[in-house]
């Protein structure tokens, strides 16, 4: 599974942005997709995570009623709309995919090359 994300950019707080990932490949129903980001000198955290079906979805608390994931696995793309921005959301947004609906990290085996998100105050 090869992994594009794409839609980063400069929003004031406050704002709204949605970021994408598109993949390649034909299995992509079968895979969790998750987001993940690391803003300078921190380490990479979850974000949020969407079953195979797009049925199941859970986020960092800290972005929940904020922050939606959805995919659409007819396009093989997976999203995440980011309204209300805050500046401590700024960071590198990564998209992930796993076999497994986890949310660590090293249950994704594939990842993009992540799309840059900045907001400011």
């Known amino acids: 599974v090869q992994l594009q994300a794409s839609g980063g950019g400069l929003v004031q707080a406050g704002g709204s942005l949605r970021i994408s990932c598109a993949a390649s490949g034909r299995t992509f129903g079968s895979w969790v997709m998750g987001w993940f980001r690391q803003a300078p000198g921190k380490e990479r955290e979850f974000v949020a995570r969407i079953s195979p079906s797009g049925v199941m979805t859970s986020y960092k608390d800290s972005v929940k009623g904020r922050f939606t994931i959805s995919r659409d696995n007819a396009k093989n793309t997976v999203y995440l709309q980011m309204n209300s921005l805050k500046p401590e959301d700024a960071a590198v947004y990564y998209c992930?995919?796993?076999?497994?609906?986890?949310?660590?990290?090293?249950?994704?085996?594939?990842w993009g090359q992540g799309t840059l998100v900045t907001v400011s105050s």
């Open positions: 992930a995919a796993a076999l497994h609906y986890g949310s660590s990290q090293y249950d994704y085996s594939y």
